[in-house]
């Protein structure tokens, strides 16, 4: 009997998305047909969080299957050294894989990402002199003079955008992943990441896409005047500062979200016509589909819209389906905390390669194929610059260290809005101390060192340490 045939994967992320944000999550407004259908076929995580809340350390933690303080990277930008292992390279290198990249990639220097198709827009809309394959697109048309308008910022940059909708970059994007499946090599099963830029700013939709969503008509989530003033971070970075009802006002407020909602509509459209393209060609039973953001969005929560604020759910919480017809159990819920770094070692299963020692997620293959399947945590740790959270089913504490030791700490059964910090309050000393020293041993447990002591009495069942011992030598002769 021949080799069991790999799967393909078509690996689909949108930028920004609130978790909420899909019919399927029974949002009151949003209308996501294309992506219900997969999770009506296939597993819905409710409870999936993104290592950080900034574009490119969640993006790298997708495809090295790492923790922040383990990929070292935190920021948009820098690089990686070409001993970090990419999700891509492994699957090219090891599984034989054609591998492929459209739309927004926002990775940092990565000589070994693994991709070796790239088709890039990171700039929505277009910039005076960018010269992405999007940005060439519009010149070939000449649409290139619609460029991103910087003046809408205290509009939360919702406009109409002047790029018709046949050439709009959730069109293009889609296109573009067309294309690479048309042109692959049919005898190699193929990775490709569609990577939609929006519904991140600007939220400008293309002009026939105006009326989707009335905005008199949508229902905001809770008026709460919160302008972040009882947070240990007393304000939002950069310009988002004013991205606020109190600060715009309802109408104006109104107004962006729709356009914010009309984007992600948009792109489940296109999702669609990939998805139909897979059917087209015999392919969709012979493809793993993952769905998932890099990162959340206020989307109208505490009165917001935009990102970055540390601790709040609704920018960590990220929506996760996955779907291959025929192998993950259909129309599952599965409300277990999963992370972002689990794409990696779960696609390795799934395909039949073994996961990476330096790979720290967990595969989530017994969970897509079976009720009652964990890895079934009892936390999720997240990160972005001097503060580390860890969030368990009913409390998250935030520790800060940029200018002093401080936290924040929230009882959230009694305040999901996260409103009342209880980082201080003795009665919660205990669950403090609890969630500290969970901090901690996750600290402890991500290291990765390069040596070991030999003749150490104990070592933990930890992959990457285990690979030490066995293939290192670095361990007590029995």
């Not at 905390?337 to 390669?353: A, K």
Request: glycine content about 8%.
């Amino acid at each position: 009997m021949g080799a069991r045939k790999k799967p393909n994967v078509l690996f689909i992320m949108d930028d920004q998305h609130n978790a909420k944000c899909l019919s399927c999550e029974g949002h009151p407004d949003v209308k996501t047909p294309n992506l219900d259908k997969l999770a009506e076929s296939g597993v819905r995580f409710t409870r999936a969080f993104a290592q950080s809340a900034i574009c490119t350390p969640s993006r790298v933690s997708f495809f090295t299957g790492q923790y922040l303080s383990t990929h070292g990277v935190f920021g948009n930008g820098g690089w990686l050294p070409s001993e970090t292992l990419s999700l891509a390279h492994y699957l090219k290198e090891e599984g034989g894989y054609q591998t492929g990249a459209v739309g927004k990639l926002h990775l940092p220097r990565w000589e070994t990402d693994g991709l070796d198709y790239k088709r890039i827009c990171e700039k929505a809309d277009v910039l005076p002199g960018e010269k992405g394959d999007y940005a060439q697109y519009l010149k070939k048309y000449g649409l290139e003079k619609y460029e991103r308008k910087y003046e809408n910022h205290e509009l939360f940059m919702a406009y109409v955008s002047q790029i018709p909708e046949e050439h709009c970059l959730e069109r293009w994007t889609a296109n573009e992943a067309m294309e690479f499946i048309e042109k692959r090599d049919p005898e190699k099963p193929f990775f490709l990441w569609m990577s939609f830029e929006r519904p991140h700013s600007p939220h400008s939709p293309p002009p026939e896409k105006i009326g989707v969503y009335n905005p008199e008509k949508i229902k905001l989530p809770e008026k709460v005047s919160d302008r972040f003033y009882g947070k240990v971070y007393r304000s939002r970075p950069g310009v988002e500062d004013v991205w606020h009802i109190d600060h715009s006002g309802e109408k104006i407020f109104r107004k962006a979200l729709s356009y914010y909602y009309t984007l992600i509509t948009l792109i489940d459209e296109n999702i669609g016509r990939v998805i139909k393209k897979l059917e087209e060609d015999n392919l969709l039973e012979d493809t793993i589909i993952i769905f998932t953001s890099d990162h959340g969005d206020f989307a109208g929560e505490h009165g917001a819209i935009g990102k970055n604020m540390p601790t709040y759910d609704c920018l960590y919480r990220i929506p996760f389906i996955w779907y291959w017809k025929g192998h993950f159990l259909a129309g599952k819920v599965d409300n277990q905390f999963v992370e972002s770094i689990d794409l990696f070692p779960t696609l390795c299963d799934l395909i039949g390669l073994p996961i990476p020692p330096q790979v720290q997620g967990e595969s989530l293959s017994g969970a897509l194929r079976a009720p009652n399947q964990g890895p079934f945590r009892q936390a999720v740790f997240f990160e972005t610059p001097y503060v580390k959270t860890v969030r368990t089913d009913r409390h998250k504490l935030s520790f800060y260290f940029k200018e002093r030791m401080d936290g924040e700490l929230y009882d959230l059964r009694e305040d999901p809005g996260e409103r009342n910090n209880l980082f201080h309050d003795p009665r919660m000393a205990k669950v403090k101390d609890d969630l500290l020293q969970r901090l901690l041993a996750w600290q402890i447990r991500i290291q990765q060192p390069r040596v070991l002591m030999r003749g150490w009495e104990e070592d933990p069942n930890w992959r990457w340490i285990q690979y030490l011992v066995k293939n290192k030598g670095f361990v007590k002769n029995k």
